[in-house]
T-cell receptor, first 117, second 117 residues
């Protein structure tokens, strides 16, 4: 069975601080996909990144960066110089890589990030 | 990019009535659609998976006679909440996956907020 753990329920930072959101996953598959989504108060999920299990390179996109470490089954997300607009719930998710599974997503419980001015 | 719409965005109904929610893939053919439910301050929970032309597969604990899913075309899936009760009040989100739209990636609709009085 697959499982995604986001141990941080809520994080509060002051604008311009860096913040890291943790994600630890469990799967028996050797091939899988990891995702991060942002859910602002409006409710609509915003896709941030997808990473397959064979690509352990870290990725940077503007103020966002991701650290994927298979050895510790972690896929952490860092926001540099946080802004008030970054306030949202962030979900980490895991997908099986088998087409027969329809690539079902398993979500973590989410981390509520509040960036204060 | 791939766009998924949902209608209505909000619905308020009386207890005992049925409510239909539509999920449409606007610019790709969705071979698989997913329905999620999200209670306040909780994560997304997968309710069911539907493949076009087939019966939906429901997750454990989800009543298939209460949550009717129809995926009659490659661009439309509907979720009908029958005999709704206040405990069915929730945020319902659909997602769609298609071979030509990222393969294993799901594209999410904006969600439908259901309130049952």
């Amino acid at each position: 069975a697959q499982k995604v753990t986001q141990a941080q329920t809520e994080i509060s930072v002051v604008e311009k601080e860096d913040v890291t959101l943790d994600c630890v996953y469990e799967t028996r598959d050797t091939t899988y996909y990891l995702f991060w989504y942002k859910q602002p108060p409006s409710g609509e999920l915003v896709f941030l990144i997808r990473r397959n299990s064979f690509d352990e390179q870290n990725e940077i996109s503007g103020r966002y960066s991701w650290n994927f470490q298979k050895s510790t089954s972690s896929f952490n997300f860092t926001i540099t110089a946080s802004q008030v607009v970054d306030s949202a719930v962030y979900f980490c998710a895991l997908s099986e890589a088998s087409g027969g599974s329809n690539y079902k997503l398993t979500f973590g419980k989410g981390t509520l990030l509040t960036v204060n001015p | 990019g791939a766009v998924v719409s949902q209608h209505p965005s909000r619905v308020i109904c009386k207890s005992g009535t049925s409510v239909k929610i539509e999920c449409r893939s606007l610019d790709f053919q969705a071979t698989t659609m997913f329905w999620y439910r999200q209670f306040p301050k909780q994560s997304l929970m997968l309710m069911a998976t539907s493949n076009e032309g087939s019966k939906a597969t429901y997750e454990q604990g989800v009543e298939k006679d209460k949550f009717l899913i129809n995926h009659a075309s490659l661009t439309l899936s509907t979720l009908t909440v029958t005999s709704a009760h206040p405990e069915d009040s929730s945020f319902y989100i659909c997602s769609a996956r298609g071979a030509l739209a990222g393969g294993n990636e799901q594209f999410f609709g904006p969600g439908t907020r259901l309130t049952v009085l």
